[in-house]
């Protein structure tokens, strides 16, 4: 990779230890997928929920924060994707204290590197969107694919390390989506039918997510009705990243690379694929959505305010004979308390956490500790994860999931 | 003796038995990371332990978590020996860089399909090249 003065410095140590030890990564990284050079960015965002650092990532994580005498700090806005609990439903979950242990630790060793505690997977919703053409090194596939698509900003997916990386250097390798041919479209999809609920779009999400096939597919979509809004984009988007590994989808006439179909080379390419309602169907009924429940969950993406106000809205009323987790961020939680949507939902027997995500908090052991595992949600991407953690998901609208926490089974 | 040429290489020479499925691969999705198998249902290798193979698949699924989890998988010792693809996304490449697994990835033709599974496999990353024994 071709490094300016700048990067040099970085890499021979000049401006401290942490910076060398973060841009020797991102060369490494750079240099597998042939990128020219690097290429600042604005935002960094981490997923470093525990389960996935384990002891190695969290020491790891330790010793870059006592880097430079303690005094390694990340440059540029340096942010957190959600944590493996909420400390203050941690009981609720069953977690054992060890692993409460390791997320206290992490907890420390960002603070001592400057990053901001924010734990939400929906910065774009609640701490800021980027903007078009914005360089960015975000995590969360669903957030990339967001930031992406619907926002025209430029990130590819950057694990942990690699965000880190890029909060302490400030750049990243040039490659993938910061590269105008990358962002072009290489499959043509055409909808017969638009959703309506929110875990419809994320099943549509899901079917486009394994058509496209690998990170390196660009799907656009045209026949889409209508203007979804941010909470339908945000699961279309998180499903079809975790079905497919997409990074960037174009829909015609809704997202700003794609206001006609030529803006993003779609006209060059055939119709690969028609996806009418029967197609979205047979995803969901990979899930189905019948019978006993042991828990419901509302996580991934962490629901927004509206989200929330949906959820209490159907919650008035009733009293829950099974659990009910609702996920959100530690930006929305205040506003869900003033406006007495978490009351309406605690009231109904149901839990509001925050700064988590269901699947990033030791979900395997959550549900051995509780006996969890016919879960009944609404999340597309959700399904997709926790087949592998020994769950038996069943997707479901809101309003179905709710009912099954009130009669015991989704019917 | 068989020689398969990547497009992309990272890592240290090894040698194994290779383990292959026409499947994708994600830490998070589709393993016991304590047991050291598939544990996804669906999974084409689903109860099959992959620690010590080669791993030969088709491309990276699911989320970002593989970037960790390599590395903590590599700090217990139950991670496969190396991992070959058709395809990667940046995690399974910034994972590889991070917990300093062998990879390769970018073939001509299928790799999934050229590779017998339990054959026995040379990988040079300095060469970019996977030999079939």
Redesign the interface.
């Known amino acids: 990779m071709k490094l300016n003065d700048v990067e040099r410095a970085m890499r021979a140590g000049d401006l401290g230890r942490a910076p060398q030890i973060a841009i020797e990564?991102q060369i490494?990284?750079g240099d597998?997928?042939?990128a020219e050079d690097f290429v600042e960015v604005t935002q960094a965002h981490i997923?470093?929920?525990t389960?996935?650092?384990?002891?190695?990532?969290v020491k790891?994580l330790e010793e870059m924060a006592r880097e430079d005498g303690g005094r390694a700090r990340v440059c540029i806005p340096t942010i957190t994707d959600p944590r493996g609990t909420d400390f203050a439903k941690a009981k609720v979950l069953k977690q054992p204290e060890r692993f409460l242990e390791l997320e206290r630790r992490t907890i420390a060793a960002f603070r001592k590197l400057g990053v901001s505690l924010t734990d939400t997977c929906i910065n774009y919703q609640t701490i800021q969107a980027p903007t078009r053409n914005e360089s960015v090194a975000f995590?969360?596939?669903g957030v990339v694919i967001y930031a992406n698509s619907v926002c025209g900003a430029r990130s590819?997916?950057?694990?942990?390390?690699?965000a880190l990386s890029a909060g302490l250097t400030g750049r990243t390798p040039r490659?993938?989506f910061h590269l105008d041919p990358q962002r072009r479209a290489t499959v043509r999809i055409r909808a017969d039918w638009t959703p309506r609920t929110l875990n419809e779009w994320g099943a549509l999400g899901g079917v486009v997510g394994k058509l496209a096939?690998?990170?390196?597919s660009v799907p656009v979509v045209e026949g889409l009705q209508g203007a979804p809004g941010s909470d339908a984009m945000k699961h279309f988007g998180a499903a079809m990243?975790?079905?497919?590994?997409i990074?960037l989808f174009h829909l015609v006439g809704i997202t700003p690379e794609a206001v006609r179909l030529e803006d993003c080379g779609g006209d060059k390419l055939p119709v690969a694929h028609r996806v009418a309602e029967a197609e979205v169907r047979a995803l969901m009924a990979d899930y189905p959505a019948d019978g006993e429940v042991d828990v419901v969950v509302f996580s991934a993406p962490q629901l927004s305010l509206y989200e929330l106000r949906d959820l209490a809205k159907l919650c008035e009323g009733r009293r829950f004979v099974k659990p009910l987790l609702a996920v959100t961020s530690p930006q929305v939680k205040p506003d869900c308390d003033r406006f007495g949507y978490t009351k309406s939902i605690e009231d109904a027997g149901g839990h509001v956490l925050s700064g988590m995500c269901f699947?990033?908090s030791y979900a395997?052991e959550i549900a051995e500790a509780n006996g969890w595992k016919r879960l009944a949600t609404n999340s597309t991407k959700i399904v997709?994860?926790l087949?592998?953690?020994?769950y038996k998901p069943m997707l479901a609208s809101m309003e179905r999931c709710v009912e099954a926490a009130q009669k015991g089974r989704l019917s | 003796m068989k020689e398969l040429i990547a497009k992309h290489a990272i890592g240290k020479p090894v040698s194994g038995t290779a383990m292959v499925a026409n499947d994708g691969f994600s830490a998070r999705y589709d393993l016991d990371r304590i047991g050291g198998t598939f544990s996804r249902p669906t999974h084409k290798l689903a109860g099959q332990s992959y620690v010590g193979k080669v791993l030969v698949l088709d491309t990276a699924k699911g989320g970002v978590a593989s970037a960790w989890m390599l590395r903590e998988m590599a700090s217990r010792g139950i991670i496969p020996l190396a991992l070959v693809f058709n395809s990667v996304n940046p995690i399974l490449a910034q994972g590889a860089a991070f917990g300093g697994v062998t990879m390769l990835s970018g073939f001509e033709g299928e790799v999934t399909a050229q590779v017998p599974d339990g054959a026995r496999v040379e990988i040079d990353p300095s060469r970019r090249i996977l030999r079939i024994l």
Not at chain 1, 51 to 57: D, I, T
Not at chain 1, 241 to 245: C, D, E, K, P
Request: charged share 10%; hydrophobic share 25%.
């Open positions: 990564h490494q990284v597998y997928f042939g997923m470093a929920d389960e996935s650092l384990g002891e190695a990532g790891w995590g969360d596939t590819n997916y950057e694990g942990g390390p690699s490659y993938g096939g690998n990170y390196w990243a975790s079905f497919g590994s990074a699947y990033q395997r997709n994860i087949g592998g953690y020994g």
